[in-house]
Each structure stands twice: as structure tokens, then as C-alpha cells.
């Protein structure tokens, strides 16, 4: 938790809006070029609609934008620090997970490995 006085950034989930960026924190493009707030605060866009990305304009209010301030349960249950298959503490990034729900590796990579084409 911040303290008043301490250089912590903190990020804001707000239901049905943009991300809440306080402190002192530096924006940056995929590249590494500072991205210049403008302000300390600003709001970060979640919904895609806005025209001033990456940076919030009130869009999501016209297109009914919705979101919980709490973040989504994974499909798979909570990511729990520790759980990475290796013990190194570092949750598993499920975007590339390759698991199908049984646990089995998709058809494509076990016909690259020699397996069986097709199911």
C-alpha cells in the first residue's frame, strides 16, 4: 500500500473505464520512446474506442464499454505465485499455455514431435 511521500506507482482499475496511472512513472512506446502525459495523473484507455490512445477520452461512456474494477478469474482457476512448473516462483504467462483443457499438447505440435496426424 502507498504511503504519502514515497515514490510508488500505483494503477487503478475503474469499473467500466480507463486505468488510473499515479506516481512517478515513465511511458513508454513498444519501441522506447517517452510517451509525454501531460499531467501526474492520467488515464489510460481499456476499451479501445478512444481516439487519443494509449491515453483515455470518455469514449467508453458513448459504446457502453463494460469491466469489473476487480480483475477476471482465469479459466483455469487463480495464478498463484509459485505455481510455475519450475518452482522459479514465476507464474505461467496463459497466453502461451499450449495445454488443451485435458493437459494434452494441441494436435499441431504433436505431429511435429512424430505423433499422430489428426484426432
Known amino acids: 500500500m502507498p504511503h504519502k511521500g514515497d515514490n510508488s506507482v500505483t ?3 475503474c469499473e467500466d473505464g480507463p486505468l ?3 506516481g ?3 511511458l513508454l512506446t513498444q519501441d522506447g520512446r517517452t510517451i ?4 501526474a495523473t492520467v488515464a489510460l484507455c481499456r476499451c479501445g474506442r478512444s481516439a487519443s490512445k494509449p491515453f483515455c477520452d470518455g469514449s467508453h461512456k458513448a459504446t457502453g464499454f463494460r469491466a469489473p ?3 477476471d478469474e482465469p479459466v483455469n ?3 498463484r505465485t509459485g505455481d510455475a512448473p ?3 516462483g514465476e507464474a505461467p504467462d496463459r497466453a502461451e499455455d499450449t ?6 499438447a494441441p494436435d499441431r505440435e504433436k505431429n511435429a514431435s512424430g505423433g499422430t496426424a489428426g484426432r
Do not use: I, K, N
Open 24 to 26: 512517478p512513472f515513465e
Open 99 to 104: 495445454r488443451d483443457r485435458a493437459g494434452d
Open 77 to 79: 482457476g487463480p495464478v
Open 86 to 88: 519450475d518452482g522459479s
Open 11 to 13: 494503477v487503478t482499475t
Open 20 to 22: 488510473l496511472l499515479r
Open 69 to 71: 474494477s476487480e480483475p
Open 36 to 39: 509525454d502525459p501531460g499531467r
